[in-house]
């Protein structure tokens, strides 16, 4: 965890947050049983629950603008690895509410806090000036229109 928080983002191996996601794990992981402890796992989860606001914004700074957070590419891994850090949903929330940010990482935590929250989103969402995105109002519209948003489905 000190080589991910110690280094600049372009030092650090795509194939790491991977690694990472193993520990709190999500269904597109290939896994073979054994491959790690469940003490293993759990002083892991432990180290990126000590994550915090900075980690974030690496770790959102690791999905590709083109596949975005999907099923299989990184930012799956990057949307399970912030859902286990504690209070998450508060960073999340600061980070869209940041105007100096490289809009990438508010569209990206606009993703992933829709889809903890769903329309419990809807108000820090509509914060978001129209004219920012065009990527934001239709996050609104589908979460207006089906209660939810899920980049898996």
Same mark, same amino acid.
């Given at each position: &965890?000190? #080589? #991910?928080?110690?280094?600049?983002?372009?030092?650090?191996?795509?194939?790491?947050?991977?690694?990472?996601?193993?520990?709190?794990?999500?269904?597109?992981?290939?896994? *073979?049983?054994?491959? &790690?402890?469940?003490?293993?796992?759990?002083?892991?989860?432990?180290?990126?629950?000590? #994550?915090?606001?900075?980690?974030?914004?690496?770790?959102?700074?690791?999905?590709?603008?083109?596949?975005?957070?999907?099923?299989?590419?990184?930012?799956?891994?990057?949307?399970?690895?912030?859902?286990?850090?504690?209070?998450?949903?508060?960073?999340?929330?600061?980070?869209?509410?940041?105007?100096?940010?490289?809009?990438?990482?508010?569209?990206?935590?606009?993703?992933? *806090?829709?889809?903890?929250?769903?329309?419990?989103?809807?108000?820090?969402?509509?914060?978001? +000036?129209?004219?920012?995105?065009?990527?934001?109002?239709?996050?609104?519209?589908?979460?207006?229109?089906?209660?939810? #948003?899920? +980049?898996?489905?």
């Amino acid at each position: &965890m000190d #080589f #991910f928080k110690n280094q600049p983002t372009e030092n650090i191996p795509d194939f790491l947050i991977y690694i990472l996601a193993h520990l709190p794990w999500h269904s597109d992981i290939s896994y *073979y049983n054994g491959t &790690m402890t469940s003490e293993a796992q759990e002083y892991g989860k432990l180290q990126l629950k000590k #994550f915090g606001k900075i980690e974030i914004l690496k770790l959102l700074d690791f999905i590709d603008e083109e596949n975005s957070i999907a099923r299989g590419t990184i930012g799956q891994s990057v949307e399970a690895i912030i859902s286990i850090i504690p209070n998450f949903q508060t960073y999340l929330k600061e980070i869209i509410e940041t105007d100096d940010l490289d809009l990438k990482f508010i569209e990206f935590a606009a993703i992933i *806090y829709a889809f903890h929250l769903g329309t419990e989103s809807l108000n820090v969402l509509k914060a978001i +000036p129209e004219d920012k995105s065009w990527f934001i109002p239709g996050l609104i519209n589908h979460i207006e229109e089906y209660e939810e #948003f899920n +980049p898996y489905a």
